[in-house]
């Protein structure tokens, strides 16, 4: 099949990653591959490095951006149509909310020489744009542009079912549209045990004494992302654990303002960042580790929680979204959001009790191994695509 993916920036994210294998796997199965994408612009971090030597090719909209601009949206429609054009794909995938409005209305209007739609269109729901916590006026703006572009798309890929289900209760798309492929992790990085000697050297750069208990956090530090609760919540245990460490790993534009913060707090010593690390550093970080802390207000399904529980470690999520598909009393624990007093006590709990946490972390990575694997995502979204083009041939 030949197939063209379409995503806003190769930042460093979930969304990305899971692009970025889907777009790998798909070539190495022999499909002719083609990534669309706009510049990596923001303090995220960018992953154009893990393009490079691969089996798909990428282009570059430089117009492509996060925020809505009518005129660079413009240009980029136009682009990405006459790229689409000349590819001619039998399938469109998008991902995205910008790319996945842009693309699809680009995708869908493609004709064939007798007239037909020639690719088939997918859309990946990673997030959804449209939340409770910002405007109403905005919200309806997301809804309907998300409604309008499901006219025009043939299939959904949900990274967990809560993102289905939140679609389809704002009336998008039709149940029988849509099918779960969780986001895949290249798990033999997680899976491998890191030597202790890496991992004294990890804590040592962050001056993090051996027998100290690491709660870590693997987020942008960005609104939304729940770095203020985990704050809040470390200001109430570092009094009762001498021996705990909050370390915060990413980087972000309210990175300042928690540095200030915490400061203030007197906990510089308790609460460590690390600012961004590239994503081969990341299964160092969580071994180097020992409870993971998320506590994003939204967020599709967060890779750091099936990522953590790969390495062996507990997780302790805010009740938001796919978080319950992965997180529950058998793999860490499960919190109502906002709750910083449940978030203490799950934490203390966890820092407490070093066989709750082992346990914990080994059921963890029983339950993620299959359903996170690259090749288990890649075939659901292979069969999406064989289905479809027989529908077309039909």
Avoid at 70 to 85: A, E, T
Avoid at 163 to 180: D, W
Wanted: aromatic content about 8%; proline content about 4%; hydrophobic content about 40%.
């Amino acid at each position: 099949m030949k197939i063209v993916h379409i995503i806003t920036r190769l930042i460093l994210g979930g969304a990305q990653e899971n692009t970025l294998i889907t777009c790998k796997l798909l070539a190495q199965r022999g499909h002719d591959v083609t990534l669309i994408t706009g510049p990596a612009i923001g303090p995220e971090g960018e992953l154009f490095e893990q393009t490079k030597n691969q089996k798909y090719r990428v282009i570059t909209v430089n117009k492509l951006i996060r925020p809505i601009c009518p005129l660079y949206d413009s240009l980029s429609f136009y682009q990405i149509k006459n790229h689409l054009r000349r590819l001619r794909p039998d399938i469109v995938h998008t991902h995205s909310a910008k790319a996945g409005i842009l693309g699809r209305f680009a995708g869908y209007g493609l004709k064939g020489k007798w007239g037909e739609n020639l690719p088939a269109v997918v859309h990946t729901i990673h997030g959804l744009a449209f939340h409770p916590y910002q405007c109403e006026l905005l919200n309806k703006f997301y809804i309907a542009a998300e409604k309008s572009a499901a006219k025009r798309t043939d299939f959904f890929v949900s990274v967990a079912d809560a993102m289905t289900a939140q679609a389809r209760a704002a009336g998008i798309g039709q149940p029988e549209q849509f099918v779960t492929a969780y986001s895949a992790i290249e798990e033999d990085d997680f899976l491998e045990p890191i030597g202790e000697e890496h991992k004294k050297d990890f804590r040592r750069r962050y001056e993090i004494p051996e027998d100290t208990i690491v709660l870590i956090t693997i987020a942008r530090l960005f609104m939304l992302k729940g770095h203020k609760y985990i704050i809040e919540s470390a200001r109430h245990l570092a009094g009762r654990f001498d021996k705990a460490v909050w370390l915060f790993v990413g980087d972000g534009n309210l990175a300042d303002k928690f540095k200030e913060q915490v400061r203030q707090l007197g906990l510089a010593e308790k609460i460590k960042f690390t600012g961004l690390l590239p994503p081969s550093q990341i299964p160092l970080a969580i071994q180097s580790s020992d409870i993971l802390v998320h506590c994003s207000l939204r967020e599709g399904l967060a890779r750091a929680l099936p990522q953590a529980m790969l390495c062996g470690r507990p997780a302790v999520s805010f009740d938001i979204d796919g978080a319950r598909e992965v997180v529950n009393e058998n793999t860490g624990r499960l919190i109502e959001p906002k709750n910083v007093e449940q978030l203490t006590s799950a934490c203390a709990e966890l820092i407490k009790d070093k066989n709750l946490r082992e346990a914990l972390g080994k059921a963890g990575r029983e339950s993620v191994k299959e359903k996170f694997a690259p090749e288990t995502m890649v075939d659901t979204i292979e069969t999406v695509y064989k289905k479809l083009l027989e529908k077309k041939t039909l």
